[in-house]
T-cell receptor
């Protein structure tokens, strides 16, 4: 398996623009997580899905953020409109809770810079 | 709510010396505890976990960690550090009652000097 695939790896955009980050989890994994990493706040869990259904979105900062998982092999995190304080590295991770013994596999991350 | 504390922002150690990266946790039930490592411009990689059983857990790259319930700690250790161990290390906890959510500590930078 190629692991968790995230795109784009780097995104530079201007304030007010829409940003869409994409994630392909490992095949067979039933959980998908979106984390955000910043120097100030460390690693924050934004939202996670189980079998494509959002389970906990309490970490989503505000209404400008939304996440979807239309099928088992694809998820998006959208920011609209983007702001400079959204600049961070966004990680997607997936997990097979039964066979994977709670171990998350992370993607390489999407580094977002909002000017 | 579960939480993890990593009291040291950075740990410096000489190559060949033993290393310890500290972690304490707080959960309402029995914890699942994890260590992950992050190299520059990379995602996090799993090192080891404690679920149940022996308090001393062995993981990847010669790392081990000791679960201490009375001190609510899960320190990461290695008998002999390598320069290539230099990275950012995260402790994480999953609360048995908190669904499948993993909460990470702030991270500790490990610098191993030759």
């Amino acid at each position: 398996d190629a692991g968790v695939i995230q795109s784009p790896r780097h995104e530079v955009t201007e304030m007010g623009q829409e940003v869409t980050l994409r994630c392909k989890p490992i095949s067979g994994h039933d959980y998908l997580f979106w984390y955000r990493q910043t120097m100030m706040r460390g690693l924050e869990l934004l939202i996670y899905f189980n079998n494509n259904v959002p389970i906990d979105d309490s970490g989503m900062p505000e209404d400008r953020f939304s996440a979807k998982m239309p099928n088992a092999s694809f998820s998006t995190l959208k920011i609209q409109p983007s702001e400079p304080r959204d600049s961070a590295v966004y990680f997607c991770a997936s997990n097979d809770r039964v066979r994977g013994a709670n171990v998350l596999t992370f993607g390489a991350g999407s580094r977002l810079t909002v000017l | 709510a579960q939480s993890v504390a990593q009291p040291e922002d950075q740990v410096n150690v000489a190559e060949g010396n033993p290393l310890t990266v500290k972690c304490t946790y707080s959960v309402s039930g029995n914890p699942y505890l994890f260590w992950y490592v992050q190299y520059p411009n990379r995602g996090l990689q799993f090192l080891l976990k404690y679920i149940t059983g022996d308090n001393l857990v062995k993981g990847s790259y010669g790392f081990e960690a000791e679960f201490n319930k009375s001190q609510t700690s899960f320190h990461l250790k290695k008998p002999s550090a390598l320069v290539s161990d230099s990275a950012l290390y995260f402790c994480a906890v999953r609360d048995m009652e908190g669904g499948n959510k993993l909460v990470f500590g702030a991270g500790t930078i490990l610098r191993v000097k030759s």
